[in-house]
């Protein structure tokens, strides 16, 4: 089930997003994927509020969520035309497998909104490395839909925002490495009265 053949350093060096087109079966089974969800919920959480969600849809929801995605985007976009509608199918049938990461920040509460809303994204980070201790492949994906209060509602409430669409599945293709900063360029050791280095 795990990648036995690599250590845990190896797997955070090797993770990599697959594109969501270009993942395709053998997918994660539902017991996989609620694995993965489970890994992703050992996320740093403030206050233990649990200040986030996942929504798993399965493949044979899938063209539903489509018929959804395109009556919510003709509603939306004033200038829809048929290849809209179509990218809204793509969209939902997209790689064998779909998790939809839900932001459902407590408040009021002390805990600030945003330490919640750093946590949903920690949760979605979470999923992918779960993802690919497994042998998988995951891409993370917002686009209009994560920002239509249309789209939340399909899977959620008001009180709550979606962090992202995690797709997971095979790679079509090997996964190339992407440019990466010089660690020079994002990373130093600070100095009383140093400041941010020029």
């Avoid at 969800?37 to 206050?47: E, N, V």
């Avoid at 509608?85 to 408040?107: D, G, H, I, N």
């Avoid at 995690?166 to 050791?189: C, D, K, N």
Wanted: hydrophobic share 45%; aromatic share 8%; charged share 20%.
């Amino acid at each position: 089930m795990f990648n036995d053949t690599s250590s845990p350093l190896s797997l955070l060096r090797t993770r990599r997003s697959g594109k969501p087109r270009d993942l395709i079966a053998p997918g994660p089974g539902d017991d996989q994927v609620m694995a993965m969800i489970a890994l992703a919920s050992r996320t740093p959480d403030h206050g233990k509020l649990f200040p986030w969600r996942f929504v798993a849809v399965r493949g044979e929801d899938r063209a539903a969520l489509a018929v959804a995605l395109q009556r919510i985007m003709a509603a939306e976009k004033p200038d829809c035309g048929p290849r809209d509608l179509e990218a809204a199918e793509q969209f939902a049938m997209q790689a064998p497998a779909m998790v939809v990461v839900l932001s459902k920040p407590v408040t009021p509460h002390k805990i600030p909104l945003w330490e919640q809303e750093l946590s949903a994204g920690a949760a979605c980070m979470n999923l992918l490395h779960a993802a690919h201790a497994m042998g998988f492949a995951g891409g993370w994906l917002t686009g209009w839909a994560a920002y239509s209060d249309a789209v939340r509602d399909v899977f959620g409430g008001a009180d709550e925002r979606i962090a992202g669409f995690v797709f997971i599945g095979t790679p079509a293709y090997p996964l190339e490495e992407r440019p990466r900063p010089q660690l020079s360029e994002i990373a130093h050791f600070w100095t009383p009265g140093g400041g941010r280095p020029g």
